[in-house]
């Protein structure tokens, strides 16, 4: 939530460092600044959801439910996209560093054992 605050900051900035009118800056400003309010609210009520990676053969946890995830990594990034059992879709995004180191390696050997099984063979049959 400090990363969408910063960014409200960083975008009133901008439009003051543009050369845009002083008239047309300060609507924009309030807008923004709604906006990131809006959201701000929306993230503090979201749920927190509990990830359980086994790294064997079981399905992936979420909230004690077993579901179909699939991790990718993007650089420093995690992405998990998952479907449970009913059918329904979910991503979810994160910086890994700020899990604790132990807590991140699993994920990234548990990512690892994720896709080992899920990838495609890429040998001719």
Request: hydrophobic share 50%.
């Amino acid at each position: 939530m400090g990363a969408l605050a910063s960014l409200a900051v960083l975008a009133t900035i901008a439009v003051f460092a543009s050369e845009m009118p002083r008239l047309a800056a300060w609507p924009l400003v309030m807008i923004v600044a709604v906006h990131v309010s809006l959201q701000l609210r929306r993230y503090r009520r979201l749920p927190c959801q509990n990830f359980v990676f086994p790294g064997n053969d079981l399905s992936v946890l979420l909230d004690g439910q077993p579901i179909d995830a699939v991790v990718q990594w993007r650089g420093p990034l995690a992405f998990v996209t998952w479907q449970d059992r009913n059918g329904r879709r979910g991503r979810l995004s994160w910086w890994p560093d700020t899990l604790p180191p132990t807590s991140r390696r699993e994920l990234r050997l548990a990512a690892g054992h994720l896709d080992a099984v899920r990838s495609p063979s890429r040998v001719a049959p």
